[in-house]
């Protein structure tokens, strides 16, 4: 295997190499070595963005300085960046190299509303009102940008035939904005595609996401006065009651995997004038499209029924949908094998006493942090809850997805304490590893065709029936924002 290996390093250098100096090519295991000590070399300038990513705090859509540091970095670095992609002003792909095989990375760096916190380990808002990152994509965009850096360095050095694509994606919190550029094609010519996410432990991801369907459902009615008249009134209001109080007789009749939850956005204004219009936004995942198209269906009839018994009319704005992840096994081998070669993180006394803090203010088990990787599991066959928009990147193209610990064990996601973690070393030696093994195993797919074959085989394999079909229309465009002034 290892010399075979040797011979497919030799192969995928560049044929005008002299010949003398193709006879002392380094070998995988040297080449993977130089990767890591350059990303090594790069952890303060890792740091310092993931650190400015931090404090923009760009919520979905907004992620204008975020993106332009990234940009600038990038093209610094010899990459071409095209800017402003598939309508989003916020969304770049850069590019390095040319032939085949092409190779993308994916980078996100959008925060959460609402989530301002200083990276001490207690709640404590740094300002009042403002974004944070609680979902720690700051250490995302930032780990990407040193695995592209990374792959881009030892590419160049050694003169390895292939493309190299960094997409910045925004808005994943909201909006969705890889639906977007999966749309526009974006991902069309790749033939492999790496990610990963923080998370609070250490491992390649093959658990999947839920696919999901995203509805705005409004009701109209007639005000009146609610004392004086109240009969010549119909209450939008009352439709959503007759909505939701639908929806939550229809779950005893769901299969178990199915999560339906709304929030209502618009009642009426005051008690006394009947509500003309009403508004709820509700979100419907299951394990697949099929799954999730089949309640939707019957969400629409108790929409038509809930209009119908309060003498009001229905809309249904349909805003977008997200596939379930297509989890690639052979793919997620090689990257297991990477992410053991190079090993987790190991954390001194002040992060791990860190780390606890934290659990203890987040009322979780003071487990402190997870330093040991996960076995590579068989995909379960329902995902656990929640979705991507990654999902969509991963019908295009064979999707190879890490996790890496982040924060302490257990803590709750989208909440202060993963801000918190996001700007400490806990969470950078997350970074740093994820960017090591994104490179490294970026690195396998540009020397190994055979290997890469084979994972392409298995997508073609999986998708045989299916051509990806975008859950947006082809003239939608992402709902853009300005941003408030204070
Ligand atoms: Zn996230």
């Given at each position: 295997m290892r010399h075979s290996r040797l011979n497919l390093i030799a192969l995928c250098l560049i044929a005008s190499a002299p010949f003398s100096m193709a006879l002392q090519q380094p070998s995988e295991i040297q080449l993977k070595k130089e990767v890591i000590e350059f990303i090594e070399q790069k952890n303060d300038l890792l740091i310092e963005v993931s650190d400015k990513i931090w404090e923009y705090a760009e919520i979905a859509l907004l992620e204008y300085e975020s993106s332009k540091l990234l940009e600038k970095i990038l093209e610094d670095q010899g990459f071409s960046v095209e800017k402003d992609v598939a309508g989003l002003p916020t969304a770049f792909v850069a590019t390095y190299g040319s032939g085949a095989p092409v190779i993308g990375i994916l980078a996100e760096y959008d925060a959460l509303p609402g989530l301002s916190q200083d990276s001490?380990?207690?709640?404590?808002?740094?300002?009042?009102?403002e974004a944070g990152h609680g979902c720690g994509h700051n250490l995302f965009g930032a780990g990407s940008l040193g695995g592209a850096l990374g792959l881009k360095d030892v590419m160049e050095k050694h003169g390895l035939k292939g493309t190299l694509k960094l997409f910045g994606c925004p808005a994943e919190e909201d909006v969705g904005g890889k639906l977007y550029m999966a749309r526009d094609g974006l991902f069309d010519n790749l033939d492999v595609c790496l990610a990963w996410h923080p998370d609070y432990e250490t491992s390649v991801d093959v658990d999947g996401s839920q696919a999901i369907d995203d509805l705005k459902i409004e009701f109209f009615g007639k005000t009146a006065h609610a004392a004086f008249d109240p009969w010549m009134g119909r209450s939008a209001s009352d439709a959503v009651e007759m909505l939701t109080f639908g929806i939550n007789l229809l779950r005893e009749h769901i299969q178990p995997s199915v999560r339906i939850h709304y929030v209502i956005?618009?009642?009426?204004?005051?008690?006394n004038v009947v509500p003309e219009h009403a508004q709820v936004w509700l979100w419907v995942r299951d394990s697949d499209r099929e799954g999730v198209k089949e309640v939707v269906q019957r969400v629409e009839k108790i929409v038509e029924g809930a209009a119908i018994a309060t003498g009001t009319t229905s809309k249904i704005h349909y805003l977008g949908s997200y596939h379930e992840m297509l989890v690639n096994i052979k793919g997620s081998e090689v990257m297991q094998k990477n992410l053991e070669r190079i090993g987790a993180p190991t954390y001194t006394d002040d992060e791990i006493d860190y780390a606890r803090k934290i659990q203890k203010e987040a009322g979780v088990e003071g487990k402190g942090m997870c330093s040991e990787i996960e076995e590579l599991k068989e995909p379960p066959e329902d995902p656990v809850g929640g979705s991507t928009d990654v999902a969509e990147v991963s019908w295009i193209t064979p999707t190879i997805h890490l996790s890496t610990a982040c924060?302490?064990?257990g803590i709750p996601w989208h909440s202060w304490a993963v801000v918190a973690s996001s700007k400490n070393s806990i969470g950078y030696k997350g970074m740093i590893l994820a960017a090591k093994v994104l490179a490294t195993t970026g690195l396998d797919f540009l020397c190994d065709p055979e290997t890469l074959a084979e994972i392409k085989k298995e997508f073609k394999e999986k998708t045989k029936d299916y051509t990806y079909k975008s859950?947006?229309?082809?003239g939608q465009k992402p709902p853009l924002r300005t941003k408030e002034k204070k």
């Open positions: 001490k380990p207690f709640k404590q808002v740094l300002i009042e009102g956005t618009e009642g009426g204004k005051v008690p924060a302490p064990y859950g947006i229309g082809p």
